[in-house]
């Protein structure tokens, strides 16, 4: 029998992590049409609300049924405007590992949100779903989303050459395919030892805007 992750709902501080819903569809389709989201992902620009619609009641239900993810809204705790996306995919459940990315908003990049919330999504894989691993992927150009793994205790493994496609925009507009290399990152239930307590003596969450 596939496993499946639950149903279920994240708070932070400042944040909640829950399902996407239909609610979210113009935040959703207004956040992946940003420029930074369409240089580091494979997210088709321009991106429409009916692929925002497609996403919330097909695909991210999808995956989570299957057991190959899980897709997380990242929500304000005071206002509940969508600020971010937390994924999980390619998930092991012999393994206990899954794949972690995430993006944040242009309106709420600045906050520290990216950082925040990927670590409340590994606390909570460790602690409530007992996983053993978590792995990230960042563009080697990427160096924001980098800082966020560095952040939250993930250790680098090593590069994957060439293996990452990057895009770019050219003169007239037309988005570019630019192939890099990906850097491989990991995270285990020990390396999250004392994360907590760096951020607070940092003064916070530092902020970075790129989807890994």
């Not at 956040?31 to 494979?42: F, I, R, S």
């Not at 972690?100 to 909570?124: D, K």
């Not at 989303?145 to 050219?170: D, F, M, P, W, Y």
Request: contains cysteine; negative net charge; aromatic residues 8%.
């Amino acid at each position: 029998m596939t496993s499946t992750f639950p149903d279920i709902s994240i708070s932070t501080e400042r944040l909640v992590l829950r399902a996407l819903d239909e609610d979210d569809i113009p935040s959703l389709a207004a956040m992946m049409n940003d420029e930074q989201v369409g240089a580091w992902t494979d997210v088709p620009q321009p991106y429409t609300e009916d692929r925002a619609r497609t996403w919330i009641t097909e695909y991210a239900p999808a995956e989570r049924a299957a057991g190959r993810g899980l897709d997380l809204a990242v929500t304000e705790f005071l206002t509940q405007r969508l600020v971010g996306i937390v994924q999980l995919a390619k998930t092991d459940w012999h393994v206990r590992s899954t794949e972690l990315s995430y993006v944040i908003a242009p309106w709420a990049r600045g906050e520290g949100y990216a950082s925040e919330a990927a670590l409340a999504t590994a606390r909570w894989l460790f602690r409530d779903q007992k996983f053993e691993r978590i792995e990230l992927r960042t563009a080697a150009d990427n160096t924001a989303s980098q800082q966020v793994a560095q952040k939250i205790g993930c250790i680098s493994e090593g590069v994957l050459r060439n293996a990452c496609i990057a895009h770019t925009r050219t003169e007239d507009g037309r988005w570019v395919d630019v192939r890099t290399d990906f850097i491989v990152w990991s995270l285990l239930p020990e390396d999250l030892d004392g994360v907590g307590d760096q951020l607070a003596d940092t003064g916070g969450f530092t902020s970075f805007s790129d989807w890994n």
